[in-house]
């Protein structure tokens, strides 16, 4: 089995900073992107943050310059930096991950069980 395991949710004041990581165990032999998403009350999930294999990144505009995803690939941990909250970035923030748990395996996606982040104004 593939776990996803996220952590660093919780409350903080707007202009406030968290750091949330996630990380992956069990059988695995390849990890292609982490993807970090977010979901408010009555919204959509939305993709806020992706990183390659190769450490290429990709973010929601509206987290540009304020968001930095990162991965450790000897960890299978993937991090997401959050600065300059706002409270419209409350949500349930879930991580991502394209797994291949053999060679001979396609990848496939497994998702954590999210971290709570509100932002209170």
């Known amino acids: 089995q593939v776990q996803l395991v996220e952590s660093g949710g919780g409350l903080v004041q707007a202009g406030g900073s968290l750091r949330l990581s996630c990380a992956a165990s069990g059988v695995i032999f390849s990890i292609n992107a982490m993807n970090w998403y977010r979901q408010a009350p009555g919204k959509q999930r939305d993709l806020v943050a992706a990183i390659t294999s190769g450490g290429n990144t990709n973010y929601a505009d509206s987290v540009k310059g304020r968001f930095t995803i990162s991965r450790d690939n000897a960890k299978n941990t993937v991090y997401l930096q959050m600065n300059s909250l706002k409270p419209e970035d409350t949500a349930v923030y879930y991580c991502?991950?394209?797994?291949?748990?053999?060679?001979?395996?396609?990848?496939?996606?497994?998702w954590g069980q999210g971290t709570q982040v509100t932002v209170s104004s």
């Open positions: 991502a991950a394209d797994i291949a748990r053999t060679s001979l395996t396609v990848p496939r996606r497994y």
